[in-house]
């Protein structure tokens, strides 16, 4: 590699990967502070993986299932990339839409995730609904993207905020300022 691409691709990994989760993070934090019960619920499912696992391992944040609930959840209602693009390389018919070469197709990941038409009251901060992400279609909720170049740092990213709130939800109790 050579120094500038070293230099873009660190840069990249920073700017992609600082801002992203912790504007996740915030919206959780919202959220939880928003709906006591969900939070509760997080707090005891934290408290089972410690009671199994003695510290909040990789192994136990895998088992935080209402965890990562509330984050899709979240990441639906608040993407911390609220909208992709792609470039179409050559002139293609999608369902009888012919795209020509050259066009800028915007991905409205925001829109998507607040679709009336896709999801039942929308604007419910519901984490139930994220309980089977087979029956959730990965073109309609994108938070990372899709396709081969969605986000790599994906996995990483979950973890690191399932690992921050299982240890932020021992020790405190999320509020909303009056
Ligand atoms: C909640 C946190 C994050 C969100 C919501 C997020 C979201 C996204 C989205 C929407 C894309 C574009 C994917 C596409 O066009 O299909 C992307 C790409 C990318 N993300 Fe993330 N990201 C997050 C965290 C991270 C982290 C922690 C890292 C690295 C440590 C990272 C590194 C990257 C990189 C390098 C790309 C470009 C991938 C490529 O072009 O092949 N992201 N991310």
């Known amino acids: 590699m050579t ?3 070293i230099t873009g691709n660190s840069m990249i990994m920073l700017f992609a990967g600082y801002e992203t989760t912790s ?3 915030l919206f959780l934090a919202y959220n939880l502070a928003l709906h006591k019960d969900a939070q509760h619920h997080v707090r005891e499912e934290v408290q089972a993986a410690l ?8 192994e136990a944040a895998q088992e935080l ?11 639906r209602l608040y993407a911390p990339i609220p909208g992709n693009s ?3 390389e050559e002139d293609i018919t999608i369902n ?3 795209i020509p070469r050259g066009a800028t197709i915007d991905v409205p990941v925001y829109g998507m995730g607040r679709d009336g038409d896709i999801w039942e009251d929308p604007l419910v901060f519901n984490p139930d609904r994220m309980e089977d992400m087979s029956k959730i279609d990965p073109m309609i909720y994108q938070p990372f993207g899709a396709g081969p170049r969605n986000c790599i740092g994906m996995r990483f990213a979950l973890l690191e905020i399932k690992i921050t709130f299982a ?9 909303v300022c009056e």
């Open 3 to 5: 120094k500038v691409e």
């Open 51 to 58: 009671h199994k696992h003695v510290r909040i391992t990789y």
């Open 96 to 98: 009888g839409i012919t």
């Open 86 to 88: 792609r470039y179409c």
């Open 23 to 25: 504007n996740a993070m």
């Open 167 to 175: 240890k932020l939800l021992l020790k405190f109790d999320l509020d």
């Open 65 to 75: 299932k209402y965890l990562t609930q509330c984050i899709n959840e979240s990441m």
